[in-house]
């Protein structure tokens, strides 16, 4: 199912032109270079996944120093690994003083920007979820604020399908997704996330390999 606000899935790859060949061998659609991330050691490319929704793959930047940021978790990765996943958001810094109502936490909404190739401009807020111990099973929530949102730009003609998330304790982390506003049923089981995406060259499914990032990214 697709769960309602999902934003973007994450496809962490160990070289980003690689990965968007990998991309195009297995669906027929060229992934574009979206931009970098400054201070985060990452960069990406995008393709759209319908109104509102694309897929993110991301690498490691040559160009920054990756020590001890997502760019050097990413870097690390033996395969293909789909690593997370992103809900829409709005009064984020509202949400963080709730969580803990909830049993969560967040060190607060952090604030990212990167330029496209074209020139535009892109400013949006995100806010990482803590204290359930799902890691990456839970997503982090992003607020695009006025910058447009990428799926307008991104290459077209893929859907995605189906997306599943599976973890052991399925019920607490159903729970813990209800209590960001996010209606899904994990599935129990091995920890992972599972998106089966349709394209030009029919069905393919993207999966996490190995395990699953212990944290939510934005923290």
Not at 206 to 219: H, I, K, M, S
Request: aromatic share 6%; hydrophobic share 45%.
């Amino acid at each position: 199912m697709r769960p309602d606000r999902l934003d973007h899935l994450i496809w962490a790859v160990a070289d980003l032109d690689e990965g968007i060949d990998r991309l195009k061998a297995l669906s027929g659609v060229r992934a574009a270079v979206g931009g970098r991330h400054p201070g985060f050691g990452t960069r990406n490319a995008l393709a759209g996944l319908g109104p509102g929704l694309y897929l993110e793959i991301l690498a490691p930047d040559p160009l920054q120093d990756r020590t001890g940021t997502l760019g050097a978790l990413v870097e690390a990765l033996p395969v293909p690994s789909l690593i997370g996943w992103c809900a829409q958001g709005r009064n984020l810094a509202r949400l963080a003083a709730e969580l803990p109502g909830a049993g969560l936490s967040s060190p607060g909404p952090v604030a990212m920007s990167r330029t496209r190739p074209d020139g535009v401009h892109l400013a949006w807020t995100i806010l990482g979820i803590a204290g359930h111990g799902f890691g990456a099973l839970v997503p982090f929530l992003i607020d695009w604020r006025e910058s447009p949102h990428p799926s307008l730009s991104a290459p077209a003609g893929l859907s995605l399908v189906d997306f599943t998330v599976t973890g052991p304790e399925a019920p607490r982390l159903e729970w813990t997704l209800a209590a960001l506003g996010l209606t899904l049923r994990p599935r129990g089981g091995t920890a992972g996330l599972s998106a089966v995406i349709e394209g030009p060259r029919g069905r393919f499914a993207l999966e996490t390999v190995g395990a699953v990032p212990d944290r939510t990214f934005g923290l």
